[in-house]
């Protein structure tokens, strides 16, 4: 008997020991399925247009605005939940509810501000990731831009979203390269902590314009209509989900679901925006390379000062946030454009069940690839992206800060205080680093 008993003690031990990796698993895997919209929306913010903007910060300012990276996380943090408690709330975007709550006019006038944007941010993008293509393979770039703009439209028109979701969530894994060519780099960790934690802000027209430049590329205003649309379609398409103003019982699970997914998202986002800044500057600035055009030109400069496995990494980055970052700028547009006009907006729906929706979303991406073949300079294309988007989002914070805290719209889930004052402050900076902006142009 005690010899049985002996016998059944390791089996029964190994019984345990495989219940309690299941249940690791299955927490793991639980985890994982909370990331959605707050990790592919950060993700998508170092598109290759921010990549250009860092590398450029980093080039001309060495660490000196690491501290920018800081400073927009909380900020960031806020305006995006706001953005996404919006959606789930009401359960309808940002568009929507301006048509229902407020003027037309000033609905027209967001609308037309961030298509602008986002169109011009669409051609940056796609003429950068042809670049990088460039610097690594046999061909000619108005080739690869064609491939990569008509390759990016295609995989909207013809994977439903919930599949093409799944391998953004993969493909956020190429921004690790970043963080890679770092420990390749030869870094003098004292200074970096140094310009992180102690600002050294300059009243010129070129650190001013940099600055709306880093917080319009990681505070911009097509993530706050993709997040709050997102989290539109994660209730249309999952059954027993509904808005909370209609669900109030599901407010604790959703509302702690989009923080989590919020809060790592924009980590995750910043993060990587820090090692770029921090791999320019550690190479680039350090060799007297002060002036960078773009991302492609910033991955190739890097070849001889750090090898050429970090100029691989580099370019990789580059592709991969590209084809992360077009669907996401395309379709954030038209979702707005079709909320104004009652369309049937969804990327779970079939081209044919949508038509205008996606022919909004054709248009956009066709037009940012037009924008390739206009001669724009590089340089120009990829940082003035960010500063157009800086400007931007000045108001347009404004108004989501409004929409927020009106019962009108959210019924009785008006943000929080504490969310509302970080909301404010992150619209009171964007604001004042405006208008700096404007003050030195001359």
């Known amino acids: 008997m005690g010899s049985q008993s002996a ?6 031990q190994k019984q345990d020991s495989s219940s309690g990796k299941g249940q690791r698993a299955s927490r793991v895997q639980s985890f994982l399925k909370k990331l959605g919209p707050g990790l592919i929306t950060g993700a998508s913010d170092d598109d290759p247009s921010g990549i250009g903007t860092y590398s450029q910060v980093g080039a001309q ?8 990276i800081v400073l927009s996380y909380p900020l960031m943090v806020a305006i995006q939940e706001i953005s996404a408690r919006i959606g789930r709330v009401t359960g309808v975007g940002i568009a929507a509810n301006l048509r229902t709550s407020y003027p037309k006019p000033l609905l027209y006038s967001v609308l037309i501000l961030v298509a602008i944007a986002n169109i011009f941010n669409l051609g940056a993008d796609i003429g950068a990731m042809g670049a990088a293509a460039q610097l690594v393979l046999p061909g000619n770039f108005v080739v690869f831009i064609v491939i990569f703009g008509v390759g990016s439209l295609a995989g909207i028109l013809l994977v439903p979203y919930s599949t093409y979701a799944k391998y953004l969530k993969w493909l956020t894994l190429s921004l690790f390269s970043y963080v890679g060519v770092v420990f390749i780099a ?6 970096v902590l140094h310009a992180t934690l102690l600002p050294h802000i300059e009243l010129t027209k070129g650190y001013l314009t940099a600055l709306i430049a880093v917080l319009g590329t990681t505070i911009s205003p097509y993530l706050f209509f993709w997040q709050a649309s997102q ?8 059954r027993g989900e509904k808005p909370l103003k209609r669900a109030p019982a599901q ?13 790592l998202g924009m980590a995750f986002s910043n993060l990587v925006a820090f090692f770029i800044i921090l791999t320019a500057a550690a190479t680039l600035h350090t060799h007297g390379i002060t002036h960078i055009s773009t991302s492609a030109q910033a991955a190739k400069a890097l070849e001889p000062l750090a090898g050429r496995f970090a100029f691989l990494l580099f370019v990789c980055g580059i592709v991969g946030t590209g084809l992360l970052a077009v669907p996401v700028l395309a379709a954030s547009i038209s979702y707005g454009i079709g909320e104004a006009w009652r369309w049937k907006t969804s990327l779970e729906r079939k ?24 001669r724009i300079d590089p340089v120009k294309a990829l940082f ?7 400007i931007v989002a000045a108001p347009l914070m404004v108004i989501i800060m409004i929409m927020a805290a009106s019962k009108k719209v959210m019924g009785r889930f008006v943000i929080p205080l504490p969310l509302k004052a970080m909301g404010w402050l992150a619209t009171g900076v964007m604001i004042c680093a405006c208008i700096g902006v404007f003050l030195t142009w001359k």
């Open 231 to 238: 989290e539109v379609e994660e209730v249309r398409y999952n």
């Open 384 to 390: 003035w992206a960010a500063v157009l988007n800086g």
């Open 7 to 12: 016998k059944s003690i390791p089996a029964q």
């Open 61 to 68: 300012f060495g660490y000196g605005m690491l501290w920018t």
């Open 251 to 263: 407010a604790q699970e959703q509302l702690g679901r989009i923080r989590v997914d919020t809060y």
């Open 351 to 374: 081209p044919r069940e949508a038509v205008r929706f996606y022919a909004a979303i054709t248009i956009a991406t066709l037009l940012g690839l037009a924008l390739n073949f206009m």
């Open 186 to 191: 030869h870094v003098p960790w004292p200074l």
